[in-house]
C-alpha cells in the first residue's frame, strides 16, 4: 500500500507520516497492490485530501510593563492574525 502525497512526496508504507513544506491543498493517491494468490492493483485519487495553512502568527504584548502596586491593571493585546484563535 502507498502512493503519492501530492507536493512530490511518495510514500509505500501502510502508515505514512509526511512533512508538507509548503502552504496549500493537495490531492493524494492511494495505491495498493496484492502480491498473494490473487494479484490485483487498484488506485484511486482523493481530490483536497491534505489542506497546509500559514503558520500563525502568535503573541502578545501586555502594558504596562511595570505594574502600580494600587492599579495591578494589564491591558493584554493579541498579536494572532485576525483569523486565528487566541486563548489566553
Not at 513544506?21 to 495498493?32: I, P
Not at 485530501?49 to 503558520?55: I, L
Amino acid at each position: 500500500m502507498g502512493g503519492a502525497l501530492g507536493d512530490g512526496g511518495t510514500s509505500w508504507l501502510d502508515a505514512p507520516a509526511h512533512i508538507y513544506e509548503q502552504v496549500g491543498t493537495f490531492d493524494v493517491t492511494v495505491s495498493a497492490t496484492s502480491t498473494g494468490n490473487c494479484p490485483a492493483d487498484i488506485s484511486f485519487n482523493v481530490a483536497d485530501a491534505v489542506t497546509v495553512y500559514p503558520s500563525p502568527e502568535a503573541g502578545f504584548t501586555a502594558s504596562p510593563q511595570v505594574l502600580e502596586l494600587l492599579e495591578p491593571i494589564v491591558a493584554i493585546e493579541s498579536l494572532a492574525q485576525a483569523n486565528s484563535t487566541v486563548s489566553y
